[in-house]
């Protein structure tokens, strides 16, 4: 049986790809969306809380309203969505790509692709990475499990649970564990300071009262069969437990959120040029990565505060895997972007500067800052500034590059960030 054809291929069903899958059709290519769950819509199925939607939509929206929105344009669309698919491989073809996957209607099948868009998301972080020392009792959870959990399958993991990590999930679930019953003993960050958004530290632990304990972390766990308690430890500046200040914690849950690692293992035999600060692909503005044909975006591509960058990467990515797939190409003349100063990491890393028009760019700041100012520039030229009265890491920035500023013929371009 020969491989489908297809013009692009999304991997992925969450809010990047579903926006991209949008964006493909509308720029008149032939799309299907590959999802391994049963359900389109990734990790916003299970986030029930509002925040979402109001710099795309204009208002606030639960998880599963956002992603309902996008849902309901795919299937408008009559977009061609395969759930419970599998990638097992993944080639290069001489028009593009190969795809085998697997499912239970199909078995093992393969897809042909002009474009590929890699919306694969994120994974977090676990007990192991972290260097947690201790037997594997159960009650060790990330914060996505205690989410899906609670929201999804009605489950409460726990009664005493302590949260290692401030990233927003775990202040998030730190709110939701207090609101189902459950005994928030504390949040403990070995940071000096909280590593989620303000509104999240404000909303979800100072209004119900539960404590946050920074430069402090989890050093040990107890228990065999079922969690007993755990052992926490102050650090130093380099966050190296401080001999003498351990303290045992009594509980039955561990909640980890230690932080997102973007989902970019099926791309590596690819040789795609991975950034080792995001760890995501190396892209330019159209999000294209060094494998000519594969394009990236959403979570897969760096990790992202806001769904609303998630899904206005994916339309990027989406519009521009239907250009190259349709044959609209040409040679990029790239140059690469260099982040000086209190930038932890922008993206993308490289313009390609034959195009014209606007590029945008994100950044975070490498840690917080007061009365900083952000200047871009191309060969001793200041092509733009911008002035911020605040930057903290956990919230990125985004600004909008005018690239006919940019000089012929120049080599870099720079983006230096003063405190």
């Not at 290519?29 to 809380?49: D, F, M, N, T, Y």
Request: net charge negative; aromatic share 6%.
């Amino acid at each position: 049986m020969s491989p489908a054809k297809w013009d692009v291929v999304v991997i992925g069903a969450g809010p990047g790809g579903l926006a991209a899958s949008i964006a493909a059709d509308k720029a008149g290519a032939s799309v299907c969306l590959v999802e391994r769950e049963a359900r389109p819509g990734g990790i916003l199925k299970q986030c029930i809380h509002d925040g979402f939607g109001l710099v795309r939509f204009g208002r606030k929206l639960t998880g599963p309203e956002y992603a309902f929105l996008d849902i309901e344009e795919v299937k408008g669309r009559g977009i061609k969505l395969f759930t419970e698919t599998f990638l097992l491989d993944l080639d290069r073809s001489e028009e593009g790509f190969v795809l085998t996957l697997q499912n239970s209607e199909e078995a093992v099948f393969r897809l042909e692709a002009k474009a590929l868009v890699a919306a694969t998301g994120c994974r977090e972080r676990t007990a192991r990475q972290v260097f947690i020392h201790g037997q594997r009792p159960a009650g060790v959870y990330t914060a996505g499990t205690v989410q899906r959990l609670i929201n999804i399958s009605g489950y409460l993991p726990g009664k005493n649970c302590v949260i290692l990590g401030s990233g927003d999930i775990g202040l998030i679930m730190a709110r939701r564990l207090t609101l189902e019953g459950a005994k928030v003993l504390g949040v403990y960050e070995i940071k000096p300071e909280p590593s989620g958004l303000t509104r999240n530290i404000v909303q979800c632990l100072e209004d119900y009262n539960i404590p946050l304990h920074l430069s402090t972390t989890v050093t040990e766990v107890h228990g065999t069969e079922r969690l007993e308690g755990v052992t926490v430890c102050r650090v130093d500046e380099n966050m190296r437990p401080l001999p003498g200040s351990e303290e045992y914690v009594p509980c039955d849950t561990l909640v980890l959120s230690v932080g997102l690692i973007p989902e970019n293992d099926i791309l590596h035999p690819l040789g795609v040029e991975i950034d080792p600060r995001t760890g995501g692909p190396v892209v330019d503005q159209l999000l294209a990565t060094s494998e000519a044909g594969l394009f990236s975006c959403g979570n897969a591509l760096h990790v992202n505060d806001l769904v609303d960058y998630v899904s206005e990467s994916g339309e990027i990515a989406g519009a521009s895997a239907a250009r190259h797939a349709l044959g609209d190409y040409r040679p990029p003349r790239h140059v690469p972007i260099l982040a000086k100063g209190e930038i932890l990491y922008a993206v993308p890393q490289r313009l390609d500067v034959s195009l014209g028009g606007q590029g945008i760019l994100y950044f975070r700041a490498a840690r917080t800052l007061t009365d900083a100012a952000l200047v871009i520039s191309a060969g001793g030229r200041v092509l733009g500034e911008k002035k911020y009265k605040s930057l903290r890491p956990p919230e990125m920035e985004r600004i909008v590059l005018d690239l006919s500023l940019v000089p012929a013929g120049e080599e870099n371009i720079v983006l230096e960030l003063r405190g």
